[in-house]
């Protein structure tokens, strides 16, 4: 009986596992390229890319904030009101009425306040009574005055034939001169009566906005004191400074921004008007614009003035 040999199998068998597990690698490695896995360096390069990627939006526009402090120029002013009037009574006597009150809106002609009229009617009728008295003295001092004529040998209805020496001396006896002097006078006082009269009654000389008001209702008026300031409605301007050497950028016409610190949601356009040719100690330059549309803004208040 043959010997069957066992050595042969078992070395196929060795081998056949050996190939197999040989297969199994190469055919892993293959899946791994052919499916696109992708090691941690792909990764890193893949996530590189994916962040340089820009997304176009629209850029949002530049507010005054964002613009790079190189090309505005920000300075602080103030608002001064272009067209006012300081009113005043000219006359020592009690108020009577007031009219108004700060911040009030008045219109061209209104009254603002009142003095008392019972003394200054008064004053008018005594200067009328005075000019009546006058009159009179002036007539009988007229007839002295013929007479005086008469007997100087003329007749006093020929002026021409009636020398001027001799009319002078007749005026002056007969107190006829004075007289006329006297009436004169009485009209200038009258005329100065009506005046008081009409000054006595305060009202306001433009339409405007009633500011500083200072009296009330029985104080004694000061002749001269301010009494209240009636400044044009929307009629304001800002002053401020620029150093000197930003004042080339500033021309007459050029378009400012101006904003309120009291209100900084608030932004009126102001255009340069004026500009004052000195320079002062701290080697800046004064200038004023005119400001549109600035109804609500009231004189003194301090603002932010910016060139572009």
């Known amino acids: 009986m043959k010997k ?129 008295q006058a009159q009179l003295e002036m007539e009988q001092a007229h007839l002295q005055m013929q007479d ?27 107190g006829y001169a004075l007289a006329k002097n006297r009436l004169a006078t009485a009209r200038t006082q009258l005329a100065a009566a009506q005046h008081e009269l009409r000054s006595g009654v305060l009202t306001a000389p433009f339409d405007g906005v009633v500011a500083n008001l200072s009296i009330q209702a029985h104080q004694l008026a000061q002749p001269s004191q301010t009494v209240c300031r009636v400044i044009a409605n929307g009629d304001m301007e800002v002053e401020f400074r620029v150093m000197e050497a930003d004042l080339c950028r500033y021309e007459v016409g050029t378009e400012l921004l101006v904003i309120p610190v009291a209100n900084k949601s608030i932004q009126y356009t102001a255009l340069v008007n004026a500009i004052n040719p000195i320079v002062d100690q701290q080697g800046a330059v004064t200038l004023c614009a005119r400001l549109s549309g600035a109804q609500e803004l009231f004189d003194g208040m301090n603002v932010e003035v910016i060139l572009k």
């Open 148 to 174: 005086v004529i008469i007997s100087q040998g003329y007749d006093p209805d020929k002026d021409s034939s009636v020398p001027d020496n001799v009319r002078h001396n007749a005026d002056v006896k007969s």
């Open 4 to 132: 069957r040999n066992l050595i042969t199998p078992v070395v196929l068998m060795a081998f056949t596992i050996s190939a197999m597990m040989s297969a199994t690698m190469m055919l892993a490695g293959c899946g791994e390229g052919q499916n696109g896995q992708e090691t941690p360096e792909n990764d890193s390069i893949q996530m590189n890319g994916v962040d340089s990627i820009t997304v176009n939006e629209p850029a949002p526009s530049p507010s005054i904030d964002s613009i790079p402090m190189a090309g505005i120029i920000r300075t602080m002013g103030k608002v001064v009101a272009a067209h006012y009037a300081d009113l005043s009574f000219e006359t020592a006597l009690p108020i009577e009425r007031v009219l108004v009150k700060n911040g009030q809106h008045v219109r061209h002609g209104q009254t603002i306040a009142v003095l008392d009229q019972f003394k200054l009617r008064n004053a008018i009728e005594q200067q009328q009574r005075a000019i009546e």
